[in-house]
């Protein structure tokens, strides 16, 4: 999901946080996607050779006959489902450490810095920061049982909601800008 909203790696972090409070915190039942919880990245993938999707290869051949083959195939890497079937990036060794064979679709250099063995050294990491939301959510019925109310609705950049049920609130407030935003006004009840 990081990717589809800033590739940029400088604000994998932040992004990655943000992503856990609007999951972990809204209504519904959360699925945490193998190396969503780590904040991996789409992969650098270099060629159509790389991909193993069936979808995204008959859709390439489709589109070679109307468009360069260059277009054709950025078109597909930004739909395709191989930036989510690389193996989980366990470790900085060979092939993440997923396996000690050769994985059936390869993924880029980027398990070397982002993987579970860092993370877990890391109380700053995206793995840390979803570990405690996690609990937090487990402590807290009116995460996953209470009423959504959203406010400041018209505010550019803002995305701020209340959890209610009929003992507990929590106010959950998200800057969705790249720069700091200054609060007008405090919510209610605080």
């Known amino acids: 999901m990081i990717s589809k909203i800033n590739s940029d790696r400088q604000y994998r972090n932040v992004l990655g946080k943000l992503l856990a409070v609007i999951q ?7 699925f945490i996607y193998q190396g969503q919880e780590l904040g991996m990245i789409n992969q650098s993938l270099r060629s159509i050779a790389a991909l193993r999707d069936v979808e995204s290869l008959n859709l390439y051949d489709e589109l070679c006959n109307t ?12 739909g395709s489902r191989d930036h989510a079937r690389t193996p989980m990036q ?4 060979q092939y993440a450490g997923f396996s000690t064979g050769k994985p059936w679709i ?10 579970v063995e860092t993370q877990l050294q890391d109380e700053n990491s995206i ?18 049982y209470g ?15 209340y959890r209610k049920d009929g003992t507990e609130t929590l106010y959950i407030e998200m800057n969705l ?3 700091n935003k200054k609060r007008t006004k405090y919510p209610e009840g605080i």
Request: with cysteine; proline share 1%; net charge positive.
């Open 24 to 30: 972990l915190t809204l209504r519904g039942t959360p």
């Open 67 to 78: 468009m360069k083959k260059e277009e054709a195939f950025a078109k597909i890497l930004a």
């Open 90 to 93: 366990w470790n900085n060794q």
């Open 106 to 115: 390869m993924m880029d250099e980027d398990y070397k810095n982002c993987n």
């Open 127 to 144: 793995l840390r920061f979803f570990q405690n939301l996690i609990a937090l959510r487990k402590e807290h019925r009116v995460i996953y």
């Open 147 to 161: 009423d959504v109310l959203f406010i400041n609705q018209k505010e550019k950049d803002l995305f701020t909601y």
């Open 177 to 179: 800008s790249s720069s």
